[in-house]
């Protein structure tokens, strides 16, 4: 684990797993370099966030490009200009072509609020509350065409209090999102997945 790994996260929003991978990598002395943010929004609290860690980020912005594959192979040249050697996908809502996964296969993961295969998409957190279970949590997996639906690396529960509010439960489920995905990266690291 001693060569340092060049990586590149991808987000569309807020930003919050961005920041605790970059500062987690950094506290834990992880041997790897945040080089990238691949941003497919402008104006978006991530990218500030980026500013604030010191990693170059671009924005890809879909509609200016004749198609996904073209908007994909963009982001491979500047991607493969960085020597990028993994991608972890934080808070991306985009589903992966195949451009960019024939490139990277078995190189990019993938964060998800909840207990895939249970409630996969964009609302996980919500689905989970609104179904009046006991227990949600998060899922680290790896990426393929698919909806959240890549083979599972790892998954840490999260209860549902009947006491709480959707944004109690966003709140825990970001709190594990924050410790459990550096500590996951870390472990394939160390395993020599990536």
């Given at each position: 684990m001693s060569t340092i790994k060049k990586i590149a996260i991808f987000a569309s929003g807020e930003g919050t797993n961005f920041?605790?991978?970059c500062q987690d990598f950094v506290q834990e002395k992880i041997p790897v370099q945040v080089?990238?943010?691949?941003?497919?929004?402008?104006?978006?609290?991530?990218?500030?966030?980026?500013?604030?860690?010191?990693?170059?980020?671009?924005?890809?912005?879909?509609?200016?490009y004749t198609n996904k594959a073209a908007a994909e192979s963009a982001i491979i040249k500047k991607l493969v200009a960085e020597q990028i050697d993994f991608i972890l996908l934080a808070g991306?809502?985009?589903?992966?072509?195949?451009?960019?996964?024939?490139?990277?296969?078995?190189?990019?993961?993938?964060?998800h609020p909840a207990l895939l295969p249970n409630f996969p998409g964009r609302h996980g957190i919500e689905d989970a509350y609104q179904a009046g279970i006991s227990q949600t949590g998060v899922t680290i997996h790896w990426v393929d065409e698919g909806i959240d639906s890549g083979k599972i690396i790892a998954q840490c529960e999260v209860p549902i209090y009947k006491?709480?509010?959707?944004?109690?439960?966003?709140?825990?489920?970001?709190?594990?999102e924050h410790i459990f995905y550096p500590s996951i990266v870390k472990d394939l690291l160390e395993k020599g997945e990536f």
């Open positions: 920041t605790a991978l080089s990238l943010l691949v941003c497919d929004h402008q104006n978006v609290n991530v990218l500030q966030r980026a500013r604030q860690e010191k990693v170059p980020s671009i924005v890809i912005n879909f509609k200016d991306y809502m985009r589903i992966v072509g195949p451009t960019l996964l024939a490139k990277y296969a078995g190189k990019i993961i993938n964060i006491t709480d509010k959707l944004a109690d439960l966003e709140r825990r489920v970001h709190q594990t």
